[in-house]
């Protein structure tokens, strides 16, 4: 078995040449990688669907817009709460995935995160590779792996993350940001 290098929290980044239309133009931050496999959730996909629909206990402490966000094609029927907890340590009913960023255990009642959450996010779904599922796709070249960074979680601009994160990175992944949505009509 081979090793492999942890990407738990760090950003995926769909590329143009991916051709899953599940990723299309993706941001997708990565709470789990080893070698059995990967899990993510895409952060730039609302849904009409507002937190207080589902959760009506935690609609207060969602950022804006409030909504819902599509995590994945993988259990959309079930959520996943991300949010940015900023300091050394986390409230009960919170675990650290990276850095500020971690999962809220959405069964905990929210008084006990309440006054330490910076920002919330919703999921329904996932993302989910299985052990060298994503190793295979980075060598085709259909993610850039970059750092994260908490204001990711909480973008309050989802529609525009994918280019977001790419203008802030050096180089020529900076002009990937520039790609028209249908290059065919250039």
């Not at 081979?2 to 941001?27: H, I, K, Q, W, Y």
């Not at 990565?30 to 059995?36: P, Q, V």
């Not at 971690?102 to 999921?123: Q, S």
Request: aromatic letters at 6%; hydrophobic letters at 45%; a negative charge.
């Amino acid at each position: 078995m081979t090793e492999v290098s942890s990407l738990t929290g760090r950003l995926l980044v769909a590329t143009p040449a991916l051709a899953d239309p599940n990723f299309d133009r993706t941001v997708v931050l990565l709470l789990d990688h080893d070698d059995e496999g990967s899990l993510g959730v895409v952060l730039n996909r609302p849904t009409p669907v507002t937190v207080g629909d589902i959760l009506a206990p935690w609609a207060a402490l969602a950022g804006e817009p409030g909504v819902v966000f599509q995590g994945g094609p993988v259990s959309l029927d079930a959520a996943l709460g991300i949010a940015v907890i900023p300091g050394d340590e986390g409230p009960l009913g919170w675990r650290r995935v990276h850095g500020a960023i971690g999962l809220v255990d959405l069964e905990a009642p929210p008084e006990l995160l309440g006054p330490a959450i910076g920002a919330l996010r919703i999921f329904a779904g996932y993302a989910g590779w299985g052990p060298g599922q994503l190793e295979t796709e980075l060598r085709d070249g259909a993610w850039y792996v970059v750092e994260s960074e908490p204001g990711d979680v909480s973008a309050p601009r989802p529609d525009t993350l994918w280019r977001q994160v790419l203008r802030r990175q050096r180089g020529e992944l900076a002009m990937v940001a520039t790609y028209p949505d249908d290059p065919s009509l250039n």
